[in-house]
């Protein structure tokens, strides 16, 4: 409808302290006279120092003043609040200052009743985050930094704001960022300016907000909730003792060096729906801002050197991501800068900063698993060889160990937003113990949980109950092992475990190896095969063009990198088919891929696929006519080539 707005009421606005170092922001409506127009104005402050709150370093009252807090505003005429809404009110709007002032001032919108040239009541919804931080409004990116809060929904986007944001290594350089939601402990209503009253849900956003009643100093005050979890992990060495603190210190001539570490259970990435769906919990999503939940990934620090000592093949391209602490990684000569190196008997963060500064990661409630490759070097003139560094004689032992870390509870360790976790690693030359705790920001109880696991090697397993303990069976002799067939065929759940019955089985063990199945996952030694088809019918390409010549060899093992390719383009059905299935799989699983002929004539040679019927396509092209693809034809037991514009079966697999 076309109407002029006329604007009442004043607003301001409070930031304050509240549990869990939660902050708070409410806006109070300011005494209004009869007809006049009352601008948006805003206050804070906060009760006690708060630790990060979205600026760098220590915040606050002083510095909050100073970085402020960004607010998007949507005005919906009489309509709800929808995904068609646009933040045409107020976009990243800045609140700083001592008086919270900002530019330029806007008003409460004065539609209502019969005082109003129709009878319908304007509608305001507002979302809020911490700390602000410029952007472009057009495009909705930030200008200079690359970890923090990186960029939002644009100024012409419709529906609700996003804030995206990329975790940092370095404590000092992290960012907690915050949103903020209507009290979490209860339900909130207030008197509106019609007469009658209305209620917003505890621990959700302020939508559909009509102009309060005068003269009643009612707030609206949103409290901001951390959205991120704090993570510290701290390293140290304990020699010949099986207790914590009861060990020695290293010996003078040997270092335990870190060479990489690897968690799974969190991201370091995400997009923050302000518009959260559940109470009082952060709607994380994915960087680029889709609806798609966020999901855990596998993320490993390195120590920056390029001496192949921590595998071959994937994992020796160690230049990826690098950040742990200085003094526990190899640097060119022994002790060259006359500083302490390697892992001690002292605690030291397995990051920058002092041991107990945490890093800021995003939740995604996954288990946590942590995978560390540690080298323990000893100096010995005597020998031929060298340490790491290529220069000092004597010999270097890899170590790595794997676990998911558990709580005194015995449940896995899933990490939260708004607590603070601490992983303490004890490095052992004859064992390795992860101790863990969890308790709130504001200094809870802690829960505390331990694991022991041997220093060199995983346990040793007789009998695989799931995927990870089969792949440590497979590792522990390969040779023999690999060739054992006991545990092809066994059906596997969403959870990874193994079982005799299909009841709820999401694959089958089809093929595993002593090497790897994927040309993309090295440490893979099984390929699961899906109890059921990604598709009935599904062309392999929507065209007989050509042009993936890149996977048209017969042998290869590399289904990952095919449907990695060309799972998300609508023009490669079956590609996007097998990456889009949407059964369940367990923590270190590879996605679900269209395999490869080489990858099916393995599990079709082992005779486990559990199909006897239907043309199924493999994702290898026909290097002799490149507008066909390979197909399995299981009537027949034939393989043979089919214009890719045909349709046929598609059944997922992945690689554990």
């Not at 960004?70 to 995904?83: H, K, L, P, R, S």
């Not at 040793?460 to 545990?487: F, H, K, M």
């Not at 390409?541 to 990695?564: C, H, M, Q, W």
């Amino acid at each position: 409808m076309n109407k002029k707005l006329l604007f009442g009421a004043t607003v301001a606005a409070v930031l304050a302290s509240c549990s869990s170092d939660d902050l708070s922001l409410q806006t109070v409506k300011q005494q209004d006279a009869a007809g006049v127009e009352n601008a948006v104005s805003f206050e804070a402050y906060s009760q006690r120092s708060l630790t990060r709150a979205g600026a760098v370093g220590a915040m606050d009252n002083d510095k909050l003043k100073t970085e402020g807090f960004g607010v998007f505003g949507y005005y919906t005429d009489m309509n709800e609040y929808d995904q068609t809404s646009t933040p045409n009110f107020m976009y990243n709007q800045k609140v700083s200052g001592a008086g919270w002032t900002y530019e330029p001032v806007k008003y409460w919108p004065n539609e209502y009743g019969n005082k109003a040239q129709s009878d319908d009541v304007d509608k305001l919804s507002f979302f809020a985050y911490a700390p602000y931080t410029a952007n472009t409004p057009a495009t909705g990116k930030v200008a200079e930094d690359q970890v923090g809060i990186t960029g939002f929904t644009r100024n012409t986007a419709a529906g609700d704001p996003y804030v995206k944001y990329v975790g940092s290594l370095d404590p000092t350089n992290c960012v907690d960022l915050c949103w903020g939601v209507v009290n979490p402990d209860q339900d909130v209503t207030w008197d509106i300016i019609n007469g009658g009253s209305q209620t917003m849900s505890a621990g959700m956003p302020w939508l559909n907000v009509q102009r309060p009643q005068k003269s009643l100093g009612q707030k609206m005050k949103f409290t901001f909730k951390h959205a991120l979890s704090q993570l510290n992990v701290q390293i140290d060495a304990d020699v010949n003792t099986d207790t914590h603190g009861a060990g020695v210190e290293v010996d003078s001539k040997s270092k335990v060096y870190v060479r990489s570490i690897t968690f799974n259970g969190f991201a370091m990435k995400g997009a923050l729906n302000l518009n959260n769906e559940e109470e009082g919990t952060p709607n994380w999503k994915g960087y680029n801002c889709s609806n798609e939940p966020l999901l855990a990934e596998e993320y490993t620090i390195y120590d920056g050197m390029k001496d192949g000592k921590e595998g071959t093949g994937y994992t020796a391209s160690n230049e990826k991501v690098t950040g742990l602490n200085p003094s526990i990684i190899q640097t060119k000569g022994w002790d060259a800068d006359g500083t302490e190196k390697g892992v001690t008997k002292t605690a030291k963060n397995l990051f920058k900063g002092a041991v107990n500064d945490p890093i800021y990661v995003i939740p995604t409630g996954d288990n946590m698993n942590v995978t560390i490759v540690y080298d323990i070097e000893t100096k010995d003139d005597n020998l031929a060889g060298t340490v790491s560094d290529n220069e000092t004689p004597g010999v270097s032992i890899e170590n790595k160990i794997s676990k998911t870390i558990t709580l005194t509870s015995g449940e896995a360790m899933k990490l939260e937003a708004g607590k603070k976790y601490t992983i303490q690693l004890h490095l052992g030359l004859s064992q390795v113990e992860f101790d863990a705790t969890v308790s709130d920001w504001a200094d809870a109880d802690a829960v505390n949980g331990e694991a022991w696991l041997p220093s060199n090697t995983p346990a040793a397993v007789t009998t695989p109950t799931c995927l990870s303990e089969l792949r440590t069976w497979i590792n522990q002799d390969p040779a023999t092992n690999a060739a054992d067939g006991t545990y092809l065929g066994k059906y596997v759940k969403a959870d990874g475990s193994l079982a005799d019955d299909n009841s709820d089985a999401i694959g089958v063990v089809a093929y595993y190896s002593d090497a790897p199945v994927d040309e993309s996952a090295p440490e893979s030694r099984i390929l699961v095969l899906a109890t059921a088809d990604a598709s009935g019918s599904a062309q392999w390409k929507t065209s007989y063009t050509r042009g993936e010549s890149a996977y048209n060899d017969p042998v290869a093992l590399n289904g990952i990198a095919f449907t990695n390719a060309y799972g998300a383009n609508a023009a490669y059905p079956a590609a996007q088919a097998a990456k889009g299935y949407s059964a369940g799989k367990p923590t270190g699983a590879s996605i679900w891929f269209l395999p490869s002929k080489g990858q099916w004539t393995k599990m079709i040679d082992v005779g486990h696929t559990g199909i006897t019927s239907g043309d199924y396509w493999s994702s290898t092209e026909n290097a002799d006519f490149d507008q066909t693809a390979w197909d399995y034809r299981f009537d027949s037991s034939r393989w043979r080539v089919d214009g890719k514009g045909l349709d046929g079966r598609v059944r997922a697999a992945f690689a554990y």
